[in-house]
T-cell receptor, first 115, second 111 residues
Framework: DVKVTQSSRYLVKRTGEKVFLECVQD?????MFWYRQDPGLGLRLIYF???????EKGDIPEGYSVSREKKERFSLILESASTNQTSMYLC??????????????FGDGTRLSIL | SQQGEEDPQALSIQEGENATMNCSYK?????LQWYRQNSGRGLVHLIL?????REKHSGRLRVTLDTSKKSSSLLITASRAADTASYFC???????????FGGGTRVLVKP
């Protein structure tokens, strides 16, 4: 069965800290995505990656960076955490989209609180 | 602004009833997808419908797509308590699988 694993379900950090959120998929998918989810706003795309060492900005990249050194792992980095980055973070992966599109497979999320 | 907007925002029904939710979007799309999210969990893919398709079925789920109205609907027939979840539509505007999600519909199925 396909699996996307996020390293922590819950995380509490302090303002100004550098925070790493890790995501690993076991499906050999080329595409990986990071979203944040806030009540009433749905999911918003932060960054995505189509291949190793490749990254592209999503809709809300400010304050975040990413790293993809290996195909199965996609890391989200909060360079200097702020309270407005308190949120649920979701990682997803998929095969290449192609003309018809592909479903995305999600991890269970990391609920991050910045104090 | 969000590409997909679901309606209603919340829905409460009795077990055995049908649940219908709608999604509207603004620009042309390659495909539209529906996902379910149980409380505190990640999203689970339900159905993908391509822009040249009008209707798809999967078990108790039926999805329609009207590209002229830029809208889609998800129907859950004979609902069960286990269908209690949030449901999201997501649109893919171009090849590349970059999805834009709506705000979701919260569905409560009462036993």
């Amino acid at each position: 069965d396909v699996k996307v694993t996020q390293s922590s379900r819950y995380l509490v950090k302090r303002t100004g800290e550098k925070v790493f959120l890790e995501c690993v998929q076991d499906m050999d998918h080329e595409n990986m995505f990071w979203y944040r989810q806030d009540p009433g706003l749905g999911l918003r795309l932060i960054y995505f990656s189509y291949d190793v060492k490749m990254k592209e900005k999503g809709d809300i990249p400010e304050g975040y960076s990413v790293s993809r050194e290996k195909k199965e792992r996609f890391s989200l980095i909060l360079e200097s955490a702020s309270t407005n980055q308190t949120s649920m973070y979701l990682c997803a992966s998929s095969p290449p989209g192609g003309a018809g599109g592909q479903p995305q497979h999600f991890g269970d999320g990391t609920r991050l609180s910045i104090l | 602004s969000q590409q997909g907007e679901e309606d209603p925002q919340a829905l409460s029904i009795q077990e055995g009833e049908n649940a219908t939710m709608n999604c509207s979007y603004k620009t042309s799309i390659n495909n539209l997808q529906w996902y379910r999210q149980n409380s505190g969990r990640g999203l689970v893919h339900l159905i993908l419908i391509r822009s040249n398709e009008r209707e798809k079925h999967s078990g108790r789920l039926r999805v329609t797509l009207d590209t002229s109205k830029k809208s889609s609907s998800l129907l859950i027939t004979a609902s069960r308590a286990a269908d209690t979840a949030s449901y999201f539509c997501a649109t893919d505007k171009a090849a590349g699988n970059k999805l834009t999600f709506g705000g979701g519909t919260r569905v409560l199925v009462k036993p």
